[in-house]
């Protein structure tokens, strides 16, 4: 399976107006040099998540939803928190007695953080983060695998590349592990050392790193010929939304865009519906529901609607991706092209615990304009194609007069 920037599922925007996060458990790290995602394994990349606006800072109690992985069992909050406070009546400590609640629950995609990684994961959003430049990748027989490695970073100047068995960090074996586990293990302080056990086509490799502070563009835009713009979006990190925007704004008279949204993991909510109100003139972007409750995301007006438009997905599109997707799906907006999504719609609020430390529970799930859920299922594109999604989203924009 596709492996994404390693990340976990982590809060989104603890600020005020940063509240729905339909992020997959990614917390830019390991791929980016720690973080971690669970897609059975695969990670991804910073920003994952989505942030919709109207909430405080869960450090100040309200709460902060945002949209995990598949599967609906939720631990609950009341018990979570009980059972931390107690911990910490006894000196015990509070994020493991939360933790074993939730281990206990069923809830798939439910975390707890204690306050330094909580603090950390705001980092991600803003597309930077402490790590050594691996993405990581968990496989059906178990194994942790580098997905890909940035370039420039620790892990591509000793050498590391893409298909390296990782066994070990600092002594500890991951094989078996949550990638968000070994995340956790990759992840430290910018100059810290960290001891990397792999294996090659069979041959033993050590190498000691030293973490360094990294930093990813969510948004690239390059030209084809005959007048196509594509958009590239790798995650939907702060700012990553607007970048859309100007994008398709300072794209010529007369072109067709191609929205790439291959390998995107999340991102803010706020940031997708931004991007996704570059295509379109107002109007519904997504519904989701917490507890019951049902609420609704709306594109901004003033979009382009009349340049054709073609989204490129994959088995890594997940979360806001999937979001943005599903609108200008929905809404008859573009065509969709690739291989099915990951499938990843329900959402998860942050509830903080006695001790500071913030546990995150599954409450509820998003919907499309049309009203699929996709969690789960994921999105089917319009038009399948693999390896050549590229030139076939090509041949539909030069069926819509997009071209020579």
Same mark, same amino acid.
């Given at each position: 399976?596709?492996?994404?920037?390693? *990340?976990?599922? +982590?809060?989104? $925007?603890?600020?005020?107006?940063?509240?729905?996060?339909?992020?997959?458990?990614?917390? &830019? %790290?390991?791929?980016?040099?720690?973080?971690?995602?669970?897609?059975?394994?695969?990670?991804?990349?910073?920003?994952?998540?989505?942030?919709?606006?109207?909430?405080?800072?869960?450090?100040?109690?309200?709460?902060?939803?945002?949209?995990?992985?598949?599967?609906?069992?939720?631990?609950?909050?009341?018990?979570?928190?009980?059972?931390?406070?107690?911990?910490?009546?006894?000196? =015990?400590?509070? =994020?493991?007695?939360?933790?074993?609640?939730?281990?206990?629950?069923? #809830?798939?995609?439910?975390?707890?953080?204690?306050?330094?990684?909580?603090?950390? *994961?705001?980092?991600?959003?803003?597309?930077?983060?402490? %790590? @050594?430049?691996?993405?990581?990748?968990?496989?059906? $027989?178990?194994?942790?695998?580098?997905? =890909?490695?940035?370039?420039?970073?620790?892990?591509? +100047? /000793?050498?590391?590349?893409?298909?390296? +068995?990782?066994?070990?960090?600092?002594?500890? !074996?991951?094989?078996?592990?949550?990638?968000?586990?070994? @995340?956790?293990?990759?992840?430290?302080?910018?100059?810290?050392?960290?001891?990397?056990?792999?294996?090659?086509?069979? !041959?033993?490799?050590?190498?000691?790193?030293?973490?360094?502070?990294?930093?990813?563009?969510?948004?690239?835009?390059?030209?084809?010929? %005959?007048?196509?713009?594509?958009?590239?979006?790798?995650?939907?990190?702060?700012?990553?939304?607007e970048q859309v925007r100007a994008a398709v704004r300072a794209a010529k008279p007369g072109a067709g865009f191609m929205l790439d949204l291959r390998g995107n993991p999340g991102g803010l909510v706020t940031e997708a519906v931004t991007a996704a109100s570059a295509f379109l003139d107002g109007g519904l972007v997504a519904t989701y529901d917490v507890r019951g409750a049902q609420r609704a995301?709306?594109?901004?007006?003033?979009? $382009?609607?009349?340049?054709?438009?073609?989204?490129?997905?994959?088995?890594?599109?997940?979360?806001?991706?999937?979001?943005?997707?599903?609108?200008?799906?929905?809404? %008859?907006?573009?065509?969709?092209?690739?291989?099915?999504?990951?499938? =990843?719609? /329900?959402?998860?609020?942050?509830?903080?615990?006695?001790?500071?430390?913030?546990?995150?529970?599954? &409450?509820?799930?998003?919907?499309?304009?049309?009203?699929?859920?996709? #969690?789960?299922?994921?999105?089917?594109?319009?038009?399948?194609?693999?390896?050549?999604?590229?030139?076939?989203?090509?041949? &539909?924009?030069?069926?819509?007069?997009?071209?020579?």
């Amino acid at each position: 399976m596709p492996g994404l920037p390693a *990340f976990c599922l +982590r809060p989104r $925007d603890l600020r005020r107006g940063a509240a729905l996060t339909l992020a997959f458990i990614a917390a &830019v %790290g390991a791929a980016a040099g720690t973080g971690c995602w669970d897609r059975a394994g695969a990670v991804g990349a910073a920003g994952a998540g989505l942030a919709a606006a109207g909430t405080q800072n869960p450090a100040a109690g309200p709460e902060t939803p945002r949209e995990t992985g598949t599967g609906t069992a939720t631990a609950d909050r009341e018990a979570v928190a009980r059972a931390a406070a107690e911990a910490a009546a006894e000196g =015990k400590s509070g =994020k493991k007695a939360a933790e074993e609640v939730v281990s206990r629950s069923g #809830d798939r995609w439910g975390m707890v953080y204690d306050q330094g990684e909580y603090a950390a *994961f705001t980092d991600d959003l803003d597309g930077r983060w402490t %790590g @050594v430049g691996l993405w990581i990748e968990s496989r059906r $027989d178990d194994r942790i695998a580098v997905e =890909k490695v940035q370039p420039g970073s620790p892990a591509d +100047r /000793s050498g590391l590349r893409a298909g390296d +068995r990782l066994l070990s960090v600092d002594g500890h !074996a991951v094989t078996g592990l949550r990638v968000c586990d070994v @995340v956790a293990l990759l992840r430290g302080g910018a100059g810290t050392p960290v001891v990397l056990h792999l294996t090659r086509d069979g !041959a033993d490799l050590t190498e000691t790193l030293r973490r360094e502070q990294l930093h990813t563009e969510p948004v690239t835009v390059r030209e084809l010929p %005959g007048g196509i713009t594509v958009i590239k979006v790798a995650s939907f990190s702060r700012g990553s939304g607007e970048q859309v925007r100007a994008a398709v704004r300072a794209a010529k008279p007369g072109a067709g865009f191609m929205l790439d949204l291959r390998g995107n993991p999340g991102g803010l909510v706020t940031e997708a519906v931004t991007a996704a109100s570059a295509f379109l003139d107002g109007g519904l972007v997504a519904t989701y529901d917490v507890r019951g409750a049902q609420r609704a995301l709306y594109a901004s007006p003033g979009g $382009d609607t009349a340049r054709p438009l073609v989204t490129l997905v994959d088995g890594g599109t997940m979360s806001a991706a999937e979001l943005v997707t599903g609108a200008l799906q929905d809404r %008859g907006r573009a065509v969709a092209v690739g291989s099915r999504t990951f499938g =990843k719609g /329900s959402v998860q609020m942050p509830t903080p615990l006695p001790d500071g430390s913030v546990a995150e529970l599954t &409450v509820g799930t998003y919907r499309t304009p049309a009203g699929r859920s996709l #969690d789960g299922s994921g999105i089917t594109p319009d038009l399948t194609a693999g390896d050549g999604a590229e030139e076939r989203a090509r041949t &539909v924009l030069g069926g819509l007069g997009v071209g020579p």
